[in-house]
């Protein structure tokens, strides 16, 4: 099959397997001050200097969590700021950590309003802005950089959900200057169940997760260590450049665009990530784009699938202005370390088909 659901989750890669695999045999808590103690708690060591390194990070403050989700949570639960920002198009991870919190709005290309939170943090009184890095659904990155440098201005903390744009795009822990940045291993070719809130050094961050002194206090429980070797392993795999992808996404488009010139590709005017394409085809619903393409053996979903499965009018599109109908017809292809051409051609032509029969059936019933 042709899988093209790396946004969902990406498959694990070879390096990351065998990392794992070296890890599982080893027994040893990290914890424990005997030798073979001592030999894993050098590898969680090891692996976390590496991923810090790879984030461009000044030093290895980071916390491995159960994921993309604790770590969110973590960073949105554990500052203690009362007044929170986020943008109106979060993971439900940092909407439902934050449910109180005033939505950023974003344009119509899917990118943050600058102008308005400047306005709003100004007012005052802001203790935390949370934005994405780079968006699931589009795959639009956001100007984090440029939201710190506001919100320092106001004294506020900056948080970013950086689970997409790892391992896809370079990620500059310091040249984003955010005081806290979640990553997900499964995103880039790590294992599921393994993610990692990145934060500044000594930052006064309150545990979820409360028991034994483990990462520095802020997150109990024996740390997996096998998950983080793997995790480790793939952040080192995914920082090799990879140009292949986004040309691989720009042909894809190409392709899509000529079988169905009516289709619209969300955020294309927007800066986004080489491997992600929101696209609907018109009159034609998700679920029917996902159940065609899954019968010729391609997998993509309809917006944000990687809840439950369940189909739902997308809040990333509401919230860029796309018509609800029109954000019915949305599906979302993404690509990643293992896409080839063949994938590609193989999504194009039965996206074509389906198109050529929708058409058909159109013009029967006319
Ligand atoms: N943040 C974003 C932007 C995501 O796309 C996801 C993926 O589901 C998550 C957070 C959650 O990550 P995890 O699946 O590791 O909990």
């Known amino acids: 099959t042709a899988y093209l659901d790396h946004n969902a989750t990406s498959p694990l890669r070879p390096q990351a397997r065998d990392a794992m695999v070296a890890a599982l045999a080893e027994c040893g808590n990290p914890s424990s001050p005997h030798a073979a103690g001592r030999a894993v708690r050098a590898r969680v060591e090891a692996a976390r200097r590496r991923i810090a390194a790879a984030f461009d990070m000044p030093s290895d403050a980071i916390v491995f969590t159960s994921g993309g989700t ?24 940092v909407l439902e950590a934050a449910p109180r919190a005033e939505r950023i709005p974003v344009d119509g290309n899917g990118v943050v309003d600058l102008a308005w939170l400047e306005a709003r943090l100004a007012t005052g009184g802001v203790g935390l802005v949370s934005v994405m890095l780079a968006n699931n659904e589009t795959g639009v990155i956001q100007p984090v950089a440029e939201i710190t440098r506001l919100a320092h201005r106001e004294g506020a903390l900056v948080h970013a959900d950086a689970t997409q744009a790892a391992g896809r795009i370079p990620v500059s822990f310091t040249d984003l200057d955010v005081e806290l940045m979640t990553i997900s ?10 993610g990692a809130l990145l934060m500044q050094e000594g930052f006064p961050l309150r545990p979820l997760l409360r028991g034994g002194r483990q990462e520095n206090g802020l997150r109990a429980g024996t740390e997996n260590a096998p998950a983080i070797a793997g995790f480790a392993a793939a952040v080192d795999a995914a920082a090799a450049p990879d140009a292949g992808v986004g040309v691989l996404r720009d042909r894809l488009e190409g392709l899509l665009l000529a079988a169905v010139p009516e289709a619209t590709i969300f955020g294309r005017a927007a800066e986004r990530l080489p491997n992600t394409i929101a696209v609907a085809m018109p009159g034609v619903p998700a679920e029917t784009q996902v159940m065609a393409l899954d019968l010729a053996g391609v997998a993509v979903s309809a917006g944000a699938a990687c809840s439950s499965g369940k189909v739902r009018t997308s809040p990333v599109l509401a919230a860029m202005g796309v018509d609800a109908a029109l954000a019915r017809q949305a599906i979302r292809i993404s690509l990643g370390w293992n896409s080839t051409a063949d994938d590609v051609a193989r999504c194009a032509d039965a996206w074509g088909a389906l198109w050529a029969r929708a058409a058909g059936r159109a013009r029967a019933a006319a």
């Open 70 to 93: 604790e770590a969110n949570n973590l960073a949105l639960r554990g500052t203690g700021a009362v007044t929170v920002l986020v943008s109106g198009i979060e993971h439900d991870s």
């Open 185 to 194: 291993a499964h995103k880039l070719g790590g294992p599921p169940g393994i």
